[in-house]
């Protein structure tokens, strides 16, 4: 059973900056991809940004050149670093570790506000 726990989460101003974390339990952290999803108000989850075991990433449109997803395999975490925060960035963020089929675990997620 892996366990993912984020953090970093809040109120940013438009332009401003915030950096998530997400700490996986058990092993394995650094063989698997990892992916940061968010959730507005009535929206869909959409994906943001994933890395892959090798390092490789992808962002979505929205968010490149502005977000930058890391990950540190001897601390177990992946990182997803905001910048040029916009107000529709407004959501709730969550940590993904896909491994299979039934092996797919979210964190609990954490609510960023980018708000003046």
Known sequence: QVQLVESGGGLAQPGGSLRLSCVASGSGFRLYGMGWYRQAPGKQRELVA???????????????GRFTISRDNAKNTVYLQMNSLKPEDTAVYYCNSYRGIGRDYWGQGTQVTVSS
Do not use: E, L, P, Q
């Open 50 to 64: 994933a890395i892959t075991s090798g390092g490789s990433t992808n962002y979505a449109d929205s968010v490149k």
